[in-house]
């Protein structure tokens, strides 16, 4: 069983940086490849990055390459993601998500399991 609980999530200003974290309560968040996702208001839900099981293969958006950092503490069953140099159009509800297998993929239709989310808010 995969339960995931986002935090992290807050108000800041354009050029700040936040540091999502994503905790998984089963007992095989090794066994997951886990990726970020987002969604702003009115708009579908878009890929941010993803995370192999093993931590040694990242994948990432090109609207947030360079900026943006995912990791992945498996003795911690933690997923994180580092945002860096914020830009308003970052603000969005953030979800991260596990799917079974090592393999980072982008689709959000071939993520098993998410969390709640958790909203970020980047002001001008």
């Known amino acids: 069983q995969v339960q995931l609980v986002e935090s992290g999530g807050g108000l800041v200003q354009a050029g700040g940086s936040l540091r999502l974290s994503c905790v998984d309560s089963?007992?095989?968040?090794?066994?997951?490849?886990m990726g970020w996702f987002r969604q702003a208001p009115g708009k579908e839900r878009e890929f941010v990055a993803a995370?192999?099981?093993?931590?040694?293969?990242?994948y990432y958006s090109d609207s947030v390459k360079g900026r943006f950092t995912i990791s992945r503490g498996n003795a911690q069953n933690t997923v994180y993601l580092q945002m860096n140099s914020l830009k308003p159009e970052d603000t969005a509800v953030y979800y991260c998500?596990?799917?079974?297998?090592?393999?980072?993929?982008?689709?959000?239709?071939?993520?098993?399991?998410w969390g709640q989310g958790t909203q970020v808010t980047v002001s001008s």
């Open positions: 089963g007992r095989t968040f090794n066994r997951y490849a």
């Open positions: 998500a596990a799917r079974g297998g090592p393999a980072v993929v982008a689709g959000p239709a071939r993520y098993d399991y």
């Open positions: 995370i192999s099981w093993s931590g040694g293969t990242t």
